[in-house]
């Protein structure tokens, strides 16, 4: 298969890629306290400008939505501030990149809370998995607590407020999670939102919270710097619905509708591609099956070689490819792809948490510019 696909550039709402080869949103437990961005977040991120886009890992909304160690932030002064820096550092290497906001929800500790309060969620069921301390150490989370009705306004509002501070730190545009098992995520599946109110029942109603996210914020950055994530058939967590095509096709027209910059897809044979490399080879094909429902660009998402994205580019079906491992290894993939390159193998041992190894020393093809930062 040819990658000349790959190489074409591609208009995403405001953005124009010179590209389809984007990196996916990646965790790699580098923030310091506070959910601050250092400056080693900053050489990596830049060391990835030449992707069509890249696409940070997932940030938390509010002190109450972490859920995993040195996870980075987006409420404070300090952290949009440092953040400016990252994307500085991106733009200076004519790159473009947006941040993905997100909320934890019941995959969280009491230790995460300021307040030492229980996670919270749709329903008080619990995570199904381990949840890493703070200091890195496995845990089994409590049930968390079912966030009360008048209590979703609120947190909605904390996403609209992210995502118009990630602009203030000079990012190209939000890309809100609502996949992995995170709280949208459970909001949407009926296996984790059994309420009774407005949010919980009927599809239209589980899709309400993730669908007033958007709202609102498109109200604050425009819906052509907005994109969306989505895991139909993902298994993070214990997540689980009776019907997701029907979900899906649902919340995807409704999206469809307000014209948002793309839909981001991750295919379920690697919904789990961060914790383990075992693919689910039977599951359903998502971007063939949802493809229909959304009229926008589609990026799409999991285990995929450069040769079977540009297949899939190819075919339409999908506009872009976001490719985690191979980016996370191969800095100036990119470049790799086009000349034919070797590619770097990843170290899933420094995946999370640590310092520069496994993180900015991955060997390129020429040497890395120096990002430059105010």
């Known amino acids: 298969m040819k990658l000349s696909a790959l190489f074409e550039s591609l208009q995403l709402g405001a953005l124009n890629l010179p590209n389809r080869m984007v990196m996916a949103p990646l965790t790699r437990m580098r923030a310091a306290s506070g959910g601050i961005a250092t400056r080693l977040m900053v050489d990596y991120y830049a060391q990835h400008a030449s992707a069509g886009l890249i696409v940070t890992e997932g940030t938390a909304v509010s002190p109450l939505a972490h859920g995993y160690p040195a996870s980075p932030g987006i409420y404070t002064a300090e952290q949009i501030a440092a953040w400016r820096a990252v994307t500085d550092g991106v733009h200076s290497m004519n790159g473009r990149i947006l941040m993905q906001i997100q909320h934890n929800g019941r995959g969280s500790l009491p230790a995460y809370n300021p307040d030492g309060s229980l996670p919270v969620a749709p329903s008080a069921i619990p995570y199904v998995g381990k949840v ?6 496995p845990r089994d989370p409590p049930a968390p607590r079912a966030l009360e ?3 979703l306004g609120v947190v909605v509002e904390t996403f609209a407020k992210a995502a118009a501070n990630a602009m203030a730190a000079g990012f190209d545009g939000v890309e809100i999670q609502g996949a992995n098992g995170h709280l949208i995520d459970q909001f949407l599946c009926d296996g984790s939102n059994q309420r009774t109110d407005n949010y919980g029942g009927t599809i239209p109603n589980r899709a309400r919270f993730l669908l007033e996210i958007v709202d609102s914020t498109i109200l604050r950055i425009g819906a052509n710097r907005l994109g969306v994530r989505l895991s139909p058939y993902g298994r993070y967590g214990g997540i689980l619905d009776s019907d997701p095509i029907a979900l899906f096709t649902y919340v995807l027209r409704e999206l469809s509708s307000r014209k948002i910059a793309y839909l981001h897809l991750i295919e379920a044979r690697g919904s789990e591609i961060g ?3 075992v693919l689910h ?28 994205g540009a297949l899939a580019v190819h075919k339409g079906q999908a506009d872009a490819i976001a490719f985690g491992r191979l980016f996370l290894a191969n800095p100036d993939l990119v470049a790799r792809i086009r000349q034919g390159a070797p590619l770097n193998s990843p170290d899933r041992s420094t995946f999370y948490g640590g310092g520069a190894r496994g993180y900015t020393d991955y060997p390129t093809l020429q040497p890395q510019p120096i990002a430059e930062v105010s």
Do not use: H
């Open 281 to 308: 080879a039977n599951a359903p094909d998502n971007a063939q099956l949802f493809r229909p429902a959304f009229s926008g660009p589609l990026i799409s998402a999991a285990a995929y070689t450069p040769e079977s």
């Open 132 to 137: 890493y301390t703070p200091t890195f150490e």
């Open 275 to 277: 914790i383990t490399d």
């Open 149 to 151: 009705s008048s209590e």
